[in-house]
C-alpha cells in the first residue's frame, strides 16, 4: 500500500510556471516507479511523465517535452513535476501515480487542479 498527497496546483498565466509535489507515504526507493497523469473535462487522463525510481529514469510526453520536467527527492519520499511555459491546453486535474513493483499494485493520489488562464 502506499498513499499520495499532491499538492502545488493553482491558477497561472501562460507562460507561467508551477511545481507539482507529490508525497508518498513510505520511501519512494521501495517504489519502482512514479508519474503524473493529467485529464482535461472530457477527455481521457494521459500520461504526463514518469520516472523509475532507482536511477531516474524519466520518460515525458511529446505534449510537454522541453516544458515539465519530473524528478525526485529520495529523502523528501517526493516527486515533482516542474511545469515551464505553461499554456491553456495544460489546463487539467493533474494526478500522481505510483506502481509499488512491476506488474504489482497501482496507486492513485486525490489530484491538484491546474488552470492555465488570462
Known amino acids: 500500500q502506499v498513499q499520495l498527497v499532491e499538492s502545488g496546483g493553482g491558477l497561472v498565466q501562460p507562460g507561467g510556471s508551477l511545481r507539482l509535489s507529490c508525497a508518498a507515504s513510505?520511501?519512494?526507493?521501495?517504489?519502482?516507479?512514479m508519474g503524473w497523469y493529467r485529464q482535461a473535462p472530457g477527455k481521457e487522463r494521459e500520461l504526463v511523465a514518469r520516472?523509475?525510481?532507482?536511477?531516474?529514469?524519466?520518460y515525458v510526453a511529446d505534449s510537454v517535452k522541453g516544458r515539465f520536467t519530473i524528478s525526485r527527492a529520495a529523502a523528501q519520499n517526493t516527486v515533482y513535476l516542474q511545469m515551464n511555459n505553461l499554456k491553456p491546453e495544460d489546463t487539467a486535474v493533474y494526478y500522481c501515480?505510483?506502481?509499488?513493483?512491476?506488474?504489482?499494485?497501482?496507486?492513485w493520489g486525490q489530484g491538484t487542479q491546474v488552470t492555465v488562464s488570462s
Open positions: 501515480n505510483a506502481n509499488p513493483s512491476v506488474g504489482g499494485g497501482n496507486y
Open positions: 513510505r520511501s519512494i526507493g521501495s517504489i519502482w516507479r
Open positions: 520516472i523509475i525510481t532507482d536511477g531516474g529514469t524519466t
